[in-house]
């Protein structure tokens, strides 16, 4: 598993926008042993890995989820939060193991 976020996304390649965001997640439901992240620690995730986050965030949770690869989880302060699901995590174990 690599040591930071930017190494992660690195050894994952370009993917598109639903991809990123569940390699992000993924790392840092890993990294950090947490259960589920808010919209807003995913924008914090996006300026740590320093790439671009999407214009329209609600729209790629929601195409990830609709692909099983983000579930909802609990609350916390009010705002749901989000997680990779297993089908998510096993996919960006297997980008990380993918040849560039």
Do not use: C, H
């Given at each position: ?12 390649g370009q ?5 990123i965001l ?17 919209s807003t ?60």
């Amino acid at each position: 598993m690599p040591e930071t976020l930017v190494e992660a996304l690195a050894g994952v390649g370009q993917r598109p926008q639903t991809e990123i965001l569940v390699a992000l997640l993924a790392y840092r439901m890993r990294a950090a042993g947490v259960d589920g992240l808010t919209s807003t620690d995913i924008v914090d995730l996006y300026r740590e890995a320093r790439v671009p986050r999407p214009q329209n965030l609600s729209d790629t949770i929601a195409k990830a989820t609709r692909r099983g690869l983000v579930a909802s989880g609990q609350l916390r302060g009010g705002q749901r939060t989000w997680r990779a699901t297993a089908l998510g995590v096993r996919a960006f174990e297997s980008w990380l193991s993918a040849p560039p």
